[in-house]
T-cell receptor, first 114, second 113 residues
């Protein structure tokens, strides 16, 4: 059974520092991995989607890497801002999962202090 | 603008009542999903549908029911059999196939009163 873990559960950094968020998964047989952002009481906003054949994806200040063989992904957020404060979730679509369903990690809650 | 609309944002249920959460998408996506989010437990799949008139149970389907009569709509009913329904409910959709990501709605917070 696929398990997705995000460590740490919470992170606090001063404004301007780079953020590094980690995600690990137990079964490397995945179609893709997706990073989401969730603000309190809100839905999930998709940040980046990495296909299993890709090593990384970039969007603005965000860069996500994928190492499928070791079961790891890292989300980098450059020059963090207070507006980056949110919970970040990673999720994988497993090849063995029926219906292409997502398996989520528990999330990392980020606070960027001004 | 294409997206997923969930309504209502807040819903209160009395003991023994059935309530229905609405989810509508205009993205022309084939697949739709319902997830439940509880503090400290992450997101868990309740039901999913890959095509109209067909749906499958997820990991925590007991006490819930769904229908998929139209491609755009995937309502979730929380029945009285669901003993602990207080949670945040999220609807999502995706294009069929493994190359596509998910789009999520803004959620419905259900509280038992």
């Amino acid at each position: 059974k696929q398990e997705v873990t995000q460590i740490p559960a919470a992170l606090s950094v001063p404004e301007g520092e780079n953020l590094v968020l980690n995600c690990s998964f137990t079964d490397s047989a995945i179609y893709n991995l997706q990073w989401f952002r969730q603000d309190p009481g809100k839905g999930l906003t998709s940040l980046l989607l990495i296909q299993s054949s890709q090593r990384e994806q970039t969007s603005g200040r965000l860069n996500a890497s994928l190492d499928k063989s070791s079961g790891r992904s890292t989300l980098y957020i450059a020059a963090s801002q207070p507006g980056d404060s949110a919970t970040y979730l990673c999720a994988v679509t497993g090849i063995k999962a029926a219906g292409n369903k997502l398996t989520f990690g528990g999330g990392t809650r980020v606070l960027v202090k001004p | 603008d294409g997206g997923i609309t969930q309504s209502p944002k807040y819903l209160f249920r009395k003991e023994g009542q059935n309530v229905t959460l609405s989810c509508e998408q205009n993205l022309n996506h084939d697949a739709m999903y319902w997830y439940r989010q509880d503090p400290g437990q992450g997101l868990r799949l309740i039901y999913y549908s890959q095509i109209v008139n067909d749906f499958q149970k997820g990991d925590i389907a007991e006490g819930y029911s769904v229908s998929r009569e139209k491609k755009e709509s995937f309502p979730l009913t929380v029945t009285s059999a669901q003993k602990n329904p207080t949670a945040f409910y999220l609807c999502a959709s995706s294009q069929q196939g493994s190359n596509y990501g998910y789009t999520f709605g803004s959620g419905t917070r259900l509280t038992v009163v």
